[in-house]
């Protein structure tokens, strides 16, 4: 099957009023599979608003091309492409009922009163508006303007939603249900959503795939398993997740193994190739891959540290602290149901292990300094 969407090389630069010039897509290639959920992530200002500009056709490109559906849209308008966003700053009619801002789309292509009226029925009841029909925008809080965005967009049944933040202004409990709505609306209209968000725990529920971005260029795609799991960059380890990161360099190489040391003399065998002897690395580990005391069966690194600080939350205890010789350290450690004993408390000593199975290698030219 042939993607709904399909990107190849897509270069926009900016020029500032001060006479310099700001590269917001640099050589971004990017293939949406048809129903796919994907997320672009990244920091404010890499690039994430540009890229759905461009995909929708209200920002052009210097160089690269853009298809949808087979066909190329590249030179085609905005109005032209079988797409629909979702802004950042919900671009509702403001003189306009709710009703009207979310049967738009439906008026301008002439469909009969009736189905307008049913289909409107239904998109409020979804977004949690039934009732609000005849109020005026002005008259809404921002939770709900922005429901009413999605509500606008979803209702033309596009081919590719593209969603810039659609669910910023939403408390924690109304955030948690839409996220639960979006992903069973994008299953039931089967509808490929390109989804922007800042926040890295939304991105990992909701994505089938998320794309990193950083100023301007792709770090790095895959599952929200792959990102968490196998970063290929630091940027990428920081920004998907929580992270420990040991820095160290190989000091035996084999076609399956490396020998790696870290900054405090402990060495690990990896089972990882392709690793050159004396090159850096960083060793990325979550919080979760650490356990207390060490088990004498297992390879690993272990550390002896003391707690600064230690967060009961619910079933597990998340714990910062610093090792004798001066690296921060995260865990979260989940106790035993046989033992329920408090883990540990601020200012006393901990003993970390950390399997070598769960050590991930970041090599050394993908190591930011
Ligand atoms: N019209 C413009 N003129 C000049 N520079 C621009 C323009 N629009 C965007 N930029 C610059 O392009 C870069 C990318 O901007 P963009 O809006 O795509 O970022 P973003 O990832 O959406 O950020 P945020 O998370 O803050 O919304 C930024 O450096 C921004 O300042
Ligand atoms: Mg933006």
């Known amino acids: 099957m042939s993607p709904i969407l399909n990107i190849t090389g897509a270069t926009k ?5 001060d006479g310099k010039s700001v590269t917001a897509l640099d050589d971004v290639s990017l293939r949406v599979e048809q129903n796919e959920f994907v997320t672009l992530l990244g920091p404010s200002g890499c690039g994430k608003t540009t890229l759905l500009r461009a995909i929708s056709g209200f920002e052009g490109l210097e160089s690269g091309a853009i298809e949808i559906a087979g066909s190329p849209v590249t030179h085609l308008p905005a109005h032209k492409r079988p797409v629909n966003t979702v802004f950042q700053n919900y671009a509702l009619f403001p003189h306009m009922t709710i009703a009207k801002n979310i049967a738009y789309s439906l008026d301008v292509a002439d469909t009969p009163k009736k189905e307008i009226s049913e289909r409107v029925g239904k998109m409020l009841d979804i977004v949690g508006l039934a009732g609000f029909g005849d109020r005026k925008i002005n008259q809404l809080s921002g939770g709900q303007r922005q429901r009413v965005a999605l509500a606008r967009s979803l209702i033309a049944q596009p081919k590719i939603l593209l969603l810039d933040e659609p669910l910023s202004a939403l408390d924690k409990n109304l955030r948690h249900k839409m996220q639960q709505e979006l992903k069973s609306l994008q299953a039931e209209f089967g509808i490929a959503f390109v989804f922007v968000t800042h926040d890295q725990e939304e991105a990992l529920t909701m994505s089938d795939r998320i794309v990193v971005l950083s100023d301007g260029k792709i770090q ?3 599952t929200p398993e792959d990102l ?3 970063p290929k ?3 990428v380890a920081r920004f998907v997740g929580e ?5 160290g360099h190989v000091v035996e190489a084999s076609s399956q193994n490396a020998l790696v040391q870290i900054g405090n003399g402990q060495k690990v065998s990896i089972n990882k190739s392709g ?4 090159v850096k690395v960083k060793l990325l580990a979550r919080p979760e891959d650490l356990s207390v005391g060490h088990n004498a069966d297992r390879e690993g690194l272990k550390f002896k540290a ?7 939350v619910g079933a597990d205890y998340q714990i910062l602290a610093t090792t004798h010789d001066g690296l921060a350290i995260k865990a979260t450690l989940r106790p035993s149901a046989q033992s329920r004993d408090p883990i540990g408390s601020p200012r006393s000593e901990i003993e970390f292990f950390i399997d070598k199975e769960a050590l991930h290698v970041i090599a050394a030219e993908a190591v930011h300094e």
Do not use: C, V
Not at 13 to 17: A, K, L, V
Not at 275 to 278: P, V
Not at 306 to 312: E, G, P, V
């Open 233 to 235: 960059t630091e940027f």
């Open 243 to 247: 992270s420990n990161l040991f820095e």
């Open 275 to 278: 690793l050159r002897e004396g």
């Open 13 to 17: 630069r900016f020029h500032t009023p």
């Open 220 to 222: 790095q795609h895959g």
């Open 306 to 312: 003391k707690i600064d600080q230690l967060f009961f």
């Open 228 to 230: 968490y799991r196998r």
